[in-house]
């Protein structure tokens, strides 16, 4: 019998010590992981100002916050929850639109290439000769360039010309004279809309909805007594 619980005590202690071996290894893989890489800025999103503006939800105010582009992206949800940046939700908001950047995943104007003091001008081009397609296409040129080379300039996603000379896409205003068309960095321009909560959202709705019947059940109920007396 003292052999038996000897062997099970020894057994017990080398468990518990592989539990404790596999816990610091867990440990140390996840202290050395590497840090996600810092992405560079664009032309229309140069500093952390611009970049929380685009992104919307009010995260503006957060700017003065982060000294530098590199520290933004840097940062992990708990330093950031340091930093004061509440409630939670805005955080994943932030992280997830940090991911969404690194992985180049940009929204309207990400691919300007000519931007000056926020705002971006397109033009109207003839496609080079080679083109089989009779079209014109939106191009983003240099503010103060009257005249490119289409070779040179970029195709913007999501602007194209309708009709003859206007220039149509989001958050793209035209010029005097139909000359072509204004992008300006705007407050929410990328913004991921919330989703509006019906009776509670999926996991109360039912709940919600019990009980609003009974309360109807029960307004009804007392109506019809006042009705009899």
Request: charged share 25%; hydrophobic share 35%.
């Amino acid at each position: 019998m003292k052999g038996e619980r000897l062997r099970a005590s020894l057994g017990l202690l080398l468990q518990t010590s592989s539990t404790f071996s596999r816990a610091g290894q867990i440990r140390s893989l996840h202290k050395t992981r590497p840090a996600p890489p810092i992405p560079k800025p664009v032309p229309f999103v140069p500093d952390v100002s611009t970049f929380l503006t685009l992104i919307g939800r009010g995260l503006h105010k957060y700017a003065n916050k982060f000294p530098s582009w590199d520290a933004l992206f840097s940062l992990t949800s708990p330093q950031l929850k340091e930093l004061g940046i509440e409630p939670a939700r805005n955080r994943r908001y932030l992280l997830h639109w940090m991911q969404r950047y690194r992985k180049g995943a940009l929204g309207p104007g990400g691919d300007f290439q000519h931007v000056e003091n926020g705002e971006a001008i397109l033009k109207i081009a003839t496609p080079p000769a080679s083109t089989l397609r009779d079209s014109k296409w939106a191009v983003n040129v240099p503010n103060s360039a009257s005249d490119a080379k289409v070779g040179t300039l970029t195709r913007p996603v999501g602007y194209r010309v309708e009709g003859l000379k206007s220039i149509v896409g989001p958050y793209a205003r035209p010029l005097p004279g139909l000359s072509g068309a204004v992008v300006k960095v705007t407050e929410g321009m990328w913004e991921h809309r919330q989703g509006r909560k019906i009776d509670g959202g999926e996991r109360r709705r039912a709940e919600v909805r019990f009980k609003k019947r009974s309360v109807e059940r029960r307004a009804e109920r007392e109506a019809e007594m006042h009705s009899r007396m």
